[in-house]
């Protein structure tokens, strides 16, 4: 199918009342919740993923990616605002937003942000239409050996490229990968480390583990921090930048969107790390690099572009491969199989009537996001002062009420506190929780690959090396390993030299 004719496809599905009704309330939940500091996409996805039980597939998908891209828009205002950067994404956009709003020019600030973020995703979504079919055709030549081999690159990129300690990611990732052994043997039916309890011989509930490290631990997280600051009040009045201010960002603009497109292709990047390099290269651009940090225009619009961009690109591995670009690609992909989809190289064959009509849904929601930022700025500074004591029990009250609806289980609430208290501990010592989801997520798929592998070359363990494509993989793999485990080794070494006389 030809870019016209999948075009075509997905304005028959996209354009229907059902679903620009639910891609409406996407973007919309995902504005009202991004706004708001402490929780970010991550958790708006988690928390909403119940709701989407009831929906058909597309309407589920449509609802969910509205969410998730919707969230990244919004958090940009109470980091220019009060400097209460809700995700690390958005702490870039602080470094230069928020002088912006001292010197009275939030207006500007705001209205520049979310033409960038339009941008940025527009951007992406092209590379999304032109990309993923023909990474799909291409994936179609893998068997399980190669799958097995992208899929281990991707947990290895996933823990190596998150914040912070890379040995710390990948432990994150090991956690995950056995939390997903728990339950039921897909192969001999033995239940596998249920301790005798009767509700984990069928695993953990996805929903659960995502809601508890990503929708209570980050309101642990933020419970503790007082917000005494007072949003400024924005008059439409003082959106309009200046002829200079547009000058001035439209090629940062252009080169964020390039390079959160590039990252948000790479397995386990995300759009923190898109944000961060786009900030970093205008930087070192800049005839004047001086004024980052002082209210800048090309500190907002860089990474701005980059993380929306970067969000929309993570959809290419995610589709194509079954593997997803970040965590909130991987809650997404948990979504798609729990409604009976299986991301993979078939999916735009078998499934060209979803695809397409997600691809659109992209496009209107950007369009729908651009008509709800703007005129619409007040009403989102108003929600800044809702006051937390009000606003973050009744999110626990509704996290607790969506995992119980899913199968009815109070097993599943407890599941979710003692993930929330546990992805808590894990951000206060260091250890990113979005590598242990993904290894949960993959878990399953990567055991099967690898056994069906084993199984096609009758036990012989050469077959991820001695094909090419799953040879190369697991090349760049070691290499990624070797990258973190050299430079402390060679430290050591030298430290422990004997002197030479």
């Known amino acids: 199918m030809d870019l016209f004719s999948g075009l075509a496809l997905g304005l028959q599905v996209a354009i229907t009342g059902q679903a620009l009704l639910f891609c409406l309330v996407g973007v919309s939940v995902g504005m009202f919740i ?3 500091p402490g929780i970010g996409p991550l958790a708006a996805v988690a928390m909403t ?9 597309m309407s589920a998908l449509i609802m969910l990616a509205g969410i998730f891209y919707g969230a990244q828009y919004g958090g940009s205002t109470a980091s220019i605002l009060l400097n209460l950067p809700g995700t690390s994404t958005t702490a870039v956009t602080a470094l230069d937003g928020y002088p912006m709003a001292q010197q009275g020019r939030a207006g500007v600030a705001l209205f520049i942000t979310t033409l960038t973020s339009f941008f940025g995703g527009c951007f992406a979504i092209v590379l999304v239409m032109s990309f993923a079919p023909a990474l799909g055709q291409m994936a179609l030549k893998f068997s399980s050996a190669e799958y097995f081999s992208i899929m281990l690159l991707g947990l290895v990129a996933a823990a190596t490229m998150s914040l912070g300690s890379p040995l710390k990611g990948l432990l994150s990732v090991v956690i995950g990968l056995l939390l997903s052994t728990i339950g039921m043997d897909p192969t001999s039916g033995h239940v596998r480390y249920s301790f005798g309890v009767l509700e984990l011989q069928d695993g953990l509930n996805l929903v659960a583990i995502a809601m508890g490290l990503f929708g209570v631990a980050e ?3 933020n419970a503790g921090k007082p917000r005494d600051l007072e949003p400024q009040k924005v008059r439409m009045r003082e959106l309009m930048p200046t002829r200079q201010d ?3 960002c439209w090629k940062p603009t252009i080169r964020g969107s390039v390079v959160g497109s590039f990252v948000g292709i790479l397995p386990g990047a995300g759009p923190t790390l898109a944000a961060f390099l786009a900030y970093a290269l205008e930087k070192r651009v800049s005839h004047q690099p001086d004024k980052f940090g002082r209210g800048a225009i090309e500190g907002i619009s860089a990474p701005e572009a980059a993380n929306n961009a970067s969000t929309q690109a993570a959809f290419i591995p995610t589709l194509a491969l079954g593997i997803p670009g970040d965590a909130g690609m991987a809650v997404l992909l948990g979504a798609m199989m729990i409604h009976g989809i299986t991301p993979r190289p078939e999916f735009f064959t078998t499934n060209a009537d979803l695809f397409w009509g997600l691809v659109v849904s992209f496009w209107i929601g950007n369009l729908m ?6 005129p619409l700025i007040g009403f989102w500074v108003r929600i800044l002062r809702v006051p937390q004591r009000l606003l973050f029990p009744a999110i626990l009250f509704f996290i607790c009420i969506g995992v119980y609806s899913v199968n009815n289980s109070a ?5 979710v506190i003692f993930f929330g208290i546990a992805g808590y501990l894990m951000n206060a010592y260091g250890y990113p929780t ?3 989801l993904m290894g949960f997520i993959l878990g399953p798929m990567l055991e099967q690959h690898f056994r069906r592998a084993l199984l096609f070359s009758r036990g012989d363990i050469m077959t991820f090396v001695e094909r090419p494509i799953s040879g190369a993989f697991l090349l760049v793999t070691l290499l990624l390993v070797l990258s973190l485990a050299l430079p402390p080794l060679l430290k050591a070494w030298r430290r ?4 030479e006389d």
Request: proline share 11%; glycine share 2%; net charge negative.
């Open 34 to 36: 991004g706004v708001l």
């Open 49 to 57: 993923l119940p709701i989407t039980y009831h929906l058909e597939p």
């Open 219 to 221: 309101i642990l997280k």
């Open 246 to 248: 547009l000058k001035e």
């Open 369 to 374: 996001l651009l008509v709800l930022n703007i």
């Open 411 to 415: 097993f599943d609430v407890m599941t």
């Open 434 to 436: 979005a590598p242990l």
């Open 496 to 499: 422990n030299a004997p002197l």
